[in-house]
């Protein structure tokens, strides 16, 4: 079973700064099964990024998905107000499906 | 459009059994794979369980094998999450997904709520 750490647990920053979050795995990875979610308070899961570096459907380019073997980063360019809410990665091995912990992106 | 609706949540004593139902629409549902992933209150998420587009095979977490069965109707556009022997750490949302792609959950429900408490 992979586990997922992701890191830092709570992101202070400003709208308009870049957010950088991080998922690393207790062991390699396929690049093709990881994935990174936004959840808002009272809401479901939203998928963002899926592949490692595809956006779903809809999701705006500020956001970005990158890495390889067990490091993985979600990347947000420019914080728009409606980005503030708990990040989750989420990868695929072996008939098993693990998520991280999140990271929580609050205004500063 | 894709629509996940839950249903079938509410308060159980502990050790008593709940069945999740979870209504397909708005894409071929018997040819998607689906999943039950559940949040505890104020926590993250855990994936529970996953079955094949026919139903011929399962897969369940390890916090809940030999406790949960998951079926589906493909005739009705229904998955759903057979909990026997529920316990007090069973407590959470209880999402269905859909799986795209062999394990993005691309779409998901707005969730039922479970709470097991004497």
């Known amino acids: 079973e992979i586990v997922l750490t992701q890191s830092p647990g709570t992101l202070s920053l400003s709208p308009g700064e870049r957010a950088t979050l991080s998922c690393r795995a207790s062991?390699?990875?396929?690049?093709?099964?990881l994935a990174w979610f936004q959840q808002k308070p009272g809401q479901a899961p939203r998928l963002l990024i899926y592949g490692t570096s595809s956006r779903a459907t809809g999701v705006p380019d500020r956001f970005s998905g990158s890495g390889s073997g067990a490091d993985f980063t979600l990347t947000i360019s420019r914080l728009e107000p409606e980005d503030f809410a708990v990040y989750y990665c989420?990868?695929?091995?072996?008939?098993?499906?693990?998520f991280g912990q999140g990271t929580k992106v609050e205004v500063k | 459009q894709v629509q996940l609706v839950e249903s079938g949540g509410g308060v159980v004593q502990p050790g008593r059994s709940l069945r999740l139902s979870c209504a397909a629409s708005?894409?071929?549902?018997?040819?998607?794979?689906m999943h039950w992933v559940r949040q505890a209150p104020g926590k993250g998420l855990e994936w529970v369980a996953f079955i094949w587009y026919d139903g011929s095979r399962k897969y369940y977490a390890d916090s809940v094998r030999g406790r949960f069965t998951l079926s589906r109707d493909n005739s009705e556009n229904a998955l759903y999450l057979q909990m026997n022997s529920l316990r007090a750490d069973d407590t959470a949302v209880y999402y269905c997904a859909r799986d795209w792609n062999s394990g993005v959950f691309d779409y998901w429900g707005q969730g039922t709520l479970v709470t097991v408490s004497s």
């Open positions: 708005g894409f071929s549902f018997s040819l998607y794979s």
């Open positions: 062991q390699s990875a396929s690049s093709s099964s």
């Open positions: 989420q990868q695929y091995s072996s008939s098993f499906w693990t």
